[in-house]
């Protein structure tokens, strides 16, 4: 999880968010900010996965029609990849 932090969070920062830092740096907080937020009226006692989540939330509604490769080399567009992990996380850890 943290290298998809890494990834897509570089990508961001040097891509749409290229000639603008603080407003990057605005999004970081923000999200952080709900993520701890909701953590807190939901209980949640670990914080990364909703920020991965929310920074490739991001990415991926600002690149939309890129192609990405999942798991044994499953494609498709960016738009989805976060509801795929969101169901990917479900099944491995619930099922």
Not at 34 to 47: A, D, S
Request: proline share 3%; glycine share 8%; net charge positive.
């Amino acid at each position: 999880m943290v290298y998809a932090l890494y990834k897509y969070s570089l990508r961001l920062e040097t891509g749409h968010f290229g000639r603008n830092p603080a407003d990057y740096l605005f999004m970081l907080l923000f999200n952080w900010l709900c993520c701890v937020i909701f953590g807190l009226i939901g209980g949640m006692t670990t914080l990364m996965d909703p920020m991965v989540l929310s920074v490739l939330y991001v990415w991926c509604q600002l690149n939309k029609d890129v192609i990405v490769s999942f798991w044994f080399g499953f494609r498709f567009k960016a738009m989805y990849l976060p509801y795929v992990l969101v169901g990917f996380n479900f099944i491995f850890f619930y099922g």
